[in-house]
């Protein structure tokens, strides 16, 4: 069973490939972590899962072609957090949250069940004291972790994050990381992209490395790290240590 499939997947532009021939199959209870270097592709994977891009090739979502379904059915099925989210409203912490209900409600009133999710992400979130702030109000990290929430009220089979820690301090990376762990055990898909490839390699059920738009390794964290997979990639020898669950990786000189 697979909660997404995408088959010889490609995107490009006039100019250049930014996905040639991706073929992938994400299952529940995964965390998958895309890894690459910049201008690699992962972002444009990310925005095909969520519908945004129409490549070349199939895309599924559980058992339904992504082409069959229209936007509702996506937005049930999709939870997409974009890298460097803004807001531009005035909207309070608590409203964008329960933006993420939206594919329930039709832009209804919240009900019970809606209502009791949005509460329950923003106490997990640590957003308690924040619920009514305004957006205008916050910080980036604040922010980032509001939209983050948002992403995690819709529930949705499969969640998608690109760069989702990048504006947070160490704890709340942590923090971020670990409600990413605790969405797959619940039974969902979770595709995140990172550079920080400590937490990569620590978190992640199994990781998926592009490179000029092609997977070049998909394999757990521990297979990566030994096959070499991470010095090809980057262009650079990695060092790469780990004590009980902390996992530490560097680049070293020749």
Known sequence: MTAARLDHVGVRTPDRVILADVSLALRPG?????????GAGKSTLLRVLAGLLRPTGEVFLGDAAMRALDAPARARRVAYLAQGGLIHWGLTVRDIVALGRLPFTGGGRLGPQDAAIVARVI???GLE???ARPADELSGGERARALFARALAVQAPLLLVDEPIASLDPAQQIGV???????ARHGRA???V????GLA?????RIVALDL???????PPADIVRSGALDRLYGVRFLHASHGDIVMTAAADE
């Open 123 to 125: 106490a997990e979130c």
């Open 177 to 183: 990381m670990n409600h990413l762990r605790a969405q």
């Open 201 to 205: 390699l620590r978190y992640a059920d």
């Open 213 to 219: 738009g092609r997977v070049v390794a998909d394999a």
């Open 30 to 38: 995964e965390l998958v972590v895309l890894i690459g270097p910049n």
């Open 194 to 197: 990172l550079h920080d490839l």
């Open 129 to 131: 004291d924040l619920a």
């Open 190 to 192: 979770v595709v995140a």
